[in-house]
């Protein structure tokens, strides 16, 4: 029997997946994760911004199957930053000709005075391929409110894929032929919110194997048992879905400093009418005045006639939070400072932390993944998901690797789509 920890997309794609027989606990009181949704007010709002990329159509078509195809949308993302009071198109790199002439020379002349060398950092790298003009106008500050640390900790490519990478021939040739195309151009999303992705997902399996409410609370590896606040399981397999280190602490597994992260507040705000932005899907932020790295506009993506948005704040993770209230007038404050917000008031609004949410990705937190990973998988014991394999990826990545380790295990013949 294979027990997976998390109902998260992860554990609940493995269970799709898996030709094993299974059981699930969760520790909430609802499937989901942070693909959860909250619906009040005639607000639906995300726990944060959760837009499925899908590179795969027969993935695409696997997870939406079981949603009405009138309630899909399909979106065409279109993103800029908030920077010194105008909008500049992102990628900011590739998008520097509509800065004022000044900071443009001074771009231009930085990008091309970068002489190659060595680095090993995200910041290092930064400044190594861009210049010093385009790192600290936009990428530097913007990431360091995003991570919430230091970015010399960050490994060069600690964003893989997602980091929008731009020659110099490229930046020159975006001046007069505008492409800022990206990994997510085009993006799926239900009506009813990212929910609806994990409610397809449910219809697929017995959801009479899914408990909620029930926490993991240690794991014998040479017995092969689970204990739970309410029983114990006996498991050929576990998949956990756990952030790593919580996973290594129910093993009682010994570690050290190997893994950092960040956490976010998320603010979902309901207003009582339409902003002045109708075009947009969400905006980054880079300028410390404003406590916000991004602002994501709901109602741009589902049509509405009521301003939705949230808005997030990193902070590191084990910094102690103030009053609620007090980061809401802050929101609040710069939201009207740029004017997203003019005479709207708010009617409602939710407060989310996600914690962890981006982690700290470097050669040390790699090797220690991969160590821990094979001492586990030695004891029948696998960590799949984005906090489970303590990555940055997407969700459509999440639900690939879930595919390909029921594969590996179960000798699977049931899996329905192919990459």
């Known amino acids: 029997m294979d027990l997976i920890i998390g109902a998260g997309i992860s554990g609940i794609s493995y269970a799709n997946f898996t030709p094993n027989d299974f059981l699930i606990i969760e520790k909430e009181n609802e499937a989901g994760g942070y693909c959860r949704t909250i619906k009040r007010n005639g607000f639906i709002w995300d726990y944060s911004g959760h837009f499925f990329h899908f590179q795969y159509p027969d993935l695409e078509r696997f997870v939406c199957k079981n949603i009405p195809s009138a309630s899909l949308l399909s979106v065409e993302k279109h993103t800029q930053i908030y920077y010194k009071g105008k909008y500049i198109d992102f990628p900011f790199q590739k998008n520097i000709h509509q800065l004022d002439k000044e900071e443009l020379i001074e771009c231009l002349y930085d990008l091309f005075a970068t002489e190659a060398h060595a680095y090993s950092t995200f910041k290092g790298m930064v400044y190594a391929n861009l210049g010093k003009s385009i790192a600290e106008k936009f990428l530097i500050p913007y990431n360091e409110k995003l991570y919430a640390c230091d970015l010399d900790i960050l490994d060069m490519d600690a964003m893989g894929r ?3 990478k731009a020659n110099k021939e490229e930046i020159i040739l975006n001046f007069h032929s505008q492409n800022n195309s990206s990994y997510n151009s085009h993006f799926t999303y239900p009506r009813g919110g990212a929910i609806e992705y994990v409610n397809s997902l449910l219809q697929n399996i017995d959801c009479k194997k899914l408990f909620l409410n029930e926490k993991l609370e240690r794991i014998d590896i040479r017995k092969k048992i689970a204990f739970t ?8 397999h576990l998949i956990s879905s756990l952030p790593f280190p919580k996973l290594l602490d129910k093993c009682e597994m010994n570690y050290s400093d190997e893994f950092s992260c960040n956490k976010v507040l998320v603010f979902n705000l309901g207003f009582d009418s339409k902003g002045n932005d109708h075009v947009n899907s969400w905006i980054y932020v880079p300028d ?4 916000f790295y991004r602002v994501g506009y709901y109602d741009n993506i589902m049509d509405t006639n009521r301003m939705s948005l949230y808005v997030e704040i990193g902070f590191p993770e084990n910094q ?7 980061y809401l ?3 609040l404050e710069g939201l009207r400072k740029m004017g997203i917000v003019t005479t709207q008031k708010l009617v409602d609004y939710e407060t989310v932390l996600m914690n962890p949410a981006y982690v700290h990705i470097n050669k040390k937190s790699m090797e220690a993944v991969e160590r821990y990973k094979n001492l586990l998988a030695k004891n029948d014991i696998y960590s799949i998901g984005r906090y489970g394999s303590w990555t940055y990826c997407s969700i459509e990545d999440n639900i690939i690797e879930a595919q390909s380790l029921a594969k590996r ?3 699977n013949n049931r899996c329905q789509f192919n990459i």
Do not use: A
């Open 288 to 291: 410390k005045e404003f406590i």
């Open 329 to 331: 007038e802050q929101v």
């Open 409 to 411: 295990i179960g000798n």
């Open 320 to 326: 102690n939070l103030i009053k609620e209230g007090l």
């Open 229 to 236: 606040d309410q029983r114990e399981i006996k498991y050929d």
């Open 162 to 164: 997602f980091f929008p």
